[in-house]
């Protein structure tokens, strides 16, 4: 499976950014696809992430009322709409799938993803 961001960018405080995540290669009959970020310095966190079959969301909570992450099947992607963006949102982000058919409490850890994107970066700045 391929994996391949796009959107990032600089934007000011209180912008919005979409983010895209195409993905390619092998299939699944059902999977969940997250969206991830890394701050310079920092682990790897969770933002948000999808069950593909049934269209199901969950958010960390500092992201809440602020991104939304849906998928289009027909195009195989995935999308983050981030809006109120804060200086603390400035990261590289990364999509991930991991081929389960149902979230589980593992999905808000890298462990639990199987593939993953090559990153796009987005600058929020103040």
């Known amino acids: 499976v391929q994996l391949v961001e796009s959107g990032g960018g600089l934007v000011q405080a209180g912008g919005s950014l979409s983010l895209s995540c195409v993905a390619s290669g092998r299939t699944f009959s059902s999977y969940i696809m997250g969206w991830f970020r890394q701050a310079p310095g920092k682990e790897r966190e969770f933002v948000a992430a999808i069950n593909w079959s049934s269209g199901r969301a969950y958010y960390v909570d500092s992201v809440k009322g602020r991104f939304t992450i849906s998928r289009d099947s027909a195009k195989n992607t995935v999308y983050l709409q981030m809006n109120s963006l804060k200086p603390e949102d400035t990261a590289v982000y990364y999509c991930?799938?991991?081929?389960?058919?149902?979230?589980?409490?593992?999905?808000?850890?890298?462990?639990?993803?199987?593939?993953w994107g090559q990153g796009t970066l987005v600058t929020v700045s103040s």
């Open positions: 991930a799938v991991d081929p389960s058919l149902y979230y589980s409490t593992s999905h808000p850890t890298t462990a639990a993803y199987d593939y």
